[in-house]
């Protein structure tokens, strides 16, 4: 199964288990009811801030999309890098790579390239669980807004935010940015 299809499954299995029609999950995420059954049947690569905006309603974290559903009755404790599952934001190009096992920790990683000179806004401020997250970079510079703040991280810095407001994020730099994000609170 490609990435695209296992977005699209997934997010089926969350709207399900969430109890959400189409029409229910659309009316709540801001996306319209034919593009989430485009992107359920896995004829559409949805962009970073469609995922958000999904994600949001659905009071998970963006990470837990890119999971293969309920986990199994003995998780395993390790994932391969050949498992992590990798997805390009078809709007912005950055990549993101899930580097957690599922089902086994609260405690979410996901390895980030941002291409230089790129935005994305994630616009979703409420959301249904109390989502914290640390962007660690690694690797070039970026800028990142939270609600009104502003911070520019360098290699090493660490950032922590809470996911009750709009974040922005800017590579402003002549090369790639590469940053580790960990989650803790989403939903399972």
Known sequence: MDITQRIGHRLHELRSAAGLSLDALAQKSGVSRSNISLIERGQSSPTAVVLDKL???????????????????????????????VWDDPASGYRRRNVSPPGVSPLQLVDVVFPAG????????????????????????????????????NPGDCLAMRLDAPIRFHNPGSKPARYLVALTGARP
């Open 55 to 85: 994600s949001s309603a659905l009071g998970v974290s963006v990470a837990s999309m890119f999971e293969s559903g309920p986990p199994a009755a003995a998780p395993s404790p390790l994932v391969r890098v050949a498992e992590q599952p």
């Open 118 to 153: 790129q935005r994305v806004s994630f616009e979703t401020s409420e959301r249904d669980a109390d989502i914290h997250q640390l962007v660690w970079m690694i690797d070039g510079v970026m800028e990142i807004g939270h609600g009104s703040e502003q911070w520019q991280l």
